[in-house]
């Protein structure tokens, strides 16, 4: 045998089909394993050796759910991802993506929808942005040092605003013409032609956009009709690609046409991917419809639905009323609409603004995802000390008032100095472990690289991971670890049609070693880290380093032991944009500093 680049020796190995784990050594040679062995792997000189005792070798985890379009042109490592041992991503969701559109309309989609600081979202796109069609981009993310692999969605809002123009898209009265509609489809078939995984589409009306222009319209897609909605499934139809979709919240019933794109008894089926399976507080009858409407979809329909959940509690923070669950409703949204604070407390401190308020906060039958509690509402940073740690709710009872005028009293005093958290859904425990074993249910909605103050969900897998093996421990099973390993690797990536998620003989070599040691309850708490790319602003965070030994990434350890490997995603990139159907085992050589200034 020739000497082998790299020896992960003597982990319990899972090659992400689900199958059980065993005992072996993984040899790596140019980026692929070459050899599993249940006998010790001898090194040559120049093997590096990742030590696995009593640890789990597994394929690294992919992320399909993310918004790393902006980032990853400033901060190709996206390190927070892979510190956790994530070594794929998938960006273009929701109907956004960087593709088609102006900077400038790329920072109005993102920005209000994906709580993105607009000014650095605008202005990593005027830096990186020369191109104008998918292969373009493909090119440009190629010539990054990518830390993961990167594949792709072509979001329907991007392309509809690129081909009608960002104020037609999103006016209500106009229609996207036949000449139009072609033109999006012929968009579409050459992000397809360049390797996109399929397209993201919105019908929930909910997301906004941000900027001077056309502040709080819905965003395009969700302006789309039926006929165009068609269109674009007989494309990807054709093509055998995937829809990403989020659907109509106020209207929960065009679920139906997702649920009836997917069905194939009398055409090919589509592979649709829907967000999202959550046992909500707000609605907790919910949770018991998601496997019956994939079983209807698939097993009667003929179709190939699935469902994206998170596996951990759904946890928001806030700095004062900036939160996408106030978008729900009307008088949120107006609050949202003014970005100026002196504005914003005008309008709060309004009386006939807070009737508005109270009257929609109590509504009781509004279509919702936030269950408007603010005795679940926990006050977490404040400039008045005494009030850190009690709720929302408990203030308003001490000072005799109604719980809206309490919190806005408390925005308008101490605006986003005000800071509080609250639990959105996946709070009951055994729900949460029979929801992520249903048929139709995979992983997803991560949201990584988005809600930068709101939410951090960047170590997902881990968090699975952490209540398999407590669950294990205290003799209480809901899943084996191998098929934990196969729902955040090998399920993903035969769904989604790239290579990924597997680390048999011939596979590239995209691993992360776990040391289960190392799962406690710290894997769900609270950090934050500077953030340089966007002006070393503070955003969430996760940091487990005692759960992820090592991220393996095309066969080169980028992350181990909580450091990374210098010049990685600066001088050093590993990753590459992974095209939809591509042949298993493909590699592109790592790069290092020389190779990347000569691309």
């Given at each position: 045998m020739n000497e082998l680049d790299l020896i992960i020796r003597g982990g319990t190995y899972f090659d992400g089909t689900g199958a059980p784990g065993v005992v072996a050594d993984v040899g790596v040679t140019d980026g692929r394993v070459t050899v599993v062995s249940p006998t010790a792997l001898t090194p040559g000189p120049g093997t590096r050796v990742v030590e696995a005792a009593g640890q789990w070798v597994m394929p690294g985890f992919v992320d399909a759910?993310?918004?790393?379009?902006?980032?990853?042109?400033?901060?190709?490592?996206?390190?927070?991802?892979?510190?956790?041992?994530?070594?794929?991503?998938?960006?273009?969701?929701?109907?956004?993506?960087?593709?088609?559109?102006?900077?400038?309309?790329?920072?109005?989609?993102?920005?209000?929808?994906?709580?993105?600081?607009?000014?650095?979202?605008?202005?990593?796109?005027?830096?990186?942005?020369?191109?104008?069609?998918?292969?373009?981009?493909?090119?440009?993310?190629?010539?990054?040092?990518?830390?993961?692999?990167?594949?792709?969605?072509?979001?329907?809002?991007?392309?509809?605003?690129?081909?009608?123009?960002?104020?037609?898209?999103?006016?209500?009265?106009?229609?996207?013409?036949?000449?139009?509609?072609?033109?999006?489809?012929?968009?579409?078939?050459?992000?397809?032609?360049?390797?996109?995984?399929?397209?993201?589409?919105?019908?929930?009306?909910?997301?906004?956009?941000?900027?001077?222009r056309y502040r709080s319209r819905s965003l395009p897609s969700t302006y789309s009709s039926w006929k165009e909605f068609r269109g674009l499934s007989r494309v990807l139809r054709r093509r055998g690609r995937v829809l990403q979709g989020v659907p109509n919240l106020n209207k929960k019933y065009d679920i139906a046409f997702y649920l009836a794109t997917a069905m194939g008894r009398v055409r090919k089926p589509l592979k649709v991917s829907l967000l999202a399976a959550a046992d909500t507080k707000a609605e907790p009858w919910v949770q018991r419809i998601f496997a019956p409407l994939a079983f209807i979809a698939n097993k009667i329909?003929?179709?190939?639905?699935?469902?994206?959940?998170?596996?951990?509690?759904?946890?928001?923070?806030?700095?004062?009323?900036?939160?996408?669950?106030?978008?729900?409703?009307?008088?949120?949204?107006?609050?949202?609409?003014?970005?100026?604070?002196?504005?914003?407390?005008?309008?709060?401190?309004?009386?006939?603004?807070?009737?508005?308020?109270?009257?929609?906060?109590?509504?009781?039958?509004?279509?919702?995802?936030?269950?408007?509690?603010?005795?679940?509402?926990?006050?977490?940073?404040?400039?008045?000390?005494?009030?850190?740690?009690?709720?929302?709710?408990?203030?308003?009872?001490?000072?005799?008032?109604?719980?809206?005028?309490?919190?806005?009293?408390?925005?308008?005093?101490?605006?986003?100095?005000?800071?509080?958290?609250?639990?959105?859904?996946?709070?009951?425990?055994?729900?949460?472990?029979?929801?992520?074993?249903?048929?139709?249910?995979?992983?997803?909605?991560?949201?990584?690289?988005?809600?930068?103050?709101?939410?951090?969900?960047?170590?997902?897998?881990?968090?699975?991971?952490?209540?398999?093996?407590?669950?294990?421990?205290?003799?209480?099973?809901?899943?084996?670890?191998?098929?934990?390993?196969?729902?955040?690797?090998?399920?993903?990536?035969?769904?989604?049609?790239?290579?990924?998620?597997?680390?048999?003989?011939?596979?590239?070599?995209d691993i992360v070693v776990v040391d289960p040691a190392g799962l406690s309850d710290d894997v769900d708490g609270y950090h934050e880290a500077l953030m340089p790319a966007f002006g070393d602003m503070s955003r969430m965070v996760n940091r487990n380093d005692a759960a992820v030994t090592a991220t393996i990434v095309s066969g080169e350890p980028v992350f181990e032991r909580g450091e990374f490997v210098e010049g990685y995603g600066t001088t050093l990139g590993t990753g590459r944009f992974l095209r939809a159907g591509e042949p298993r085992g493909t590699v592109a050589p790592v790069r290092r500093a020389e190779q990347l200034v000569a691309q």
């Open positions: 759910h993310t918004h790393y379009d902006a980032e990853v042109q400033v901060a190709p490592g996206l390190n927070e991802s892979v510190r956790h041992g994530v070594t794929t991503v998938l960006v273009g969701n929701c109907s956004l993506s960087t593709v088609y559109s102006t900077p400038l309309d790329i920072a109005d989609l993102f920005s209000r929808v994906e709580a993105l600081p607009r000014t650095h979202v605008l202005g990593a796109l005027e830096e990186a942005k020369t191109w104008s069609t998918p292969q373009g981009w493909v090119d440009a993310l190629e010539r990054l040092p990518l830390g993961p692999h990167v594949a792709s969605f072509l979001g329907h809002s991007d392309v509809r605003a690129s081909v009608m123009g960002m104020g037609r898209s999103t006016d209500p009265a106009q229609s996207a013409s036949r000449g139009e509609q072609a033109e999006i489809e012929r968009r579409l078939e050459d992000a397809l032609d360049a390797g996109f995984l399929g397209i993201s589409t919105m019908t929930n009306p909910w997301d906004k956009l941000d900027g001077d329909g003929g179709g190939q639905f699935t469902w994206q959940h998170l596996p951990t509690t759904f946890r928001v923070w806030a700095d004062g009323i900036d939160l996408v669950v106030f978008e729900e409703f009307g008088s949120g949204r107006e609050a949202l609409h003014l970005r100026e604070e002196m504005g914003r407390n005008e309008l709060l401190d309004d009386e006939a603004y807070r009737r508005w308020f109270r009257h929609d906060f109590d509504k009781r039958f509004s279509p919702r995802v936030w269950h408007r509690d603010f005795d679940d509402a926990e006050i977490t940073e404040c400039p008045d000390t005494e009030l850190i740690g009690m709720m929302i709710g408990q203030v308003a009872r001490d000072r005799g008032v109604h719980p809206v005028d309490c919190y806005l009293d408390l925005v308008v005093e101490h605006g986003t100095k005000l800071r509080w958290k609250t639990n959105i859904a996946n709070t009951r425990p055994k729900v949460q472990d029979q929801l992520v074993n249903r048929y139709g249910i995979t992983i997803g909605f991560s949201d990584a690289g988005a809600h930068l103050r709101n939410m951090a969900f960047y170590n997902f897998g881990i968090r699975l991971l952490n209540r398999v093996h407590q669950a294990q421990v205290t003799g209480k099973p809901f899943m084996t670890v191998e098929k934990a390993v196969f729902k955040l690797t090998g399920e993903l990536g035969d769904f989604y049609g790239i290579d990924a998620g597997r680390i048999q003989v011939g596979d590239r070599a």
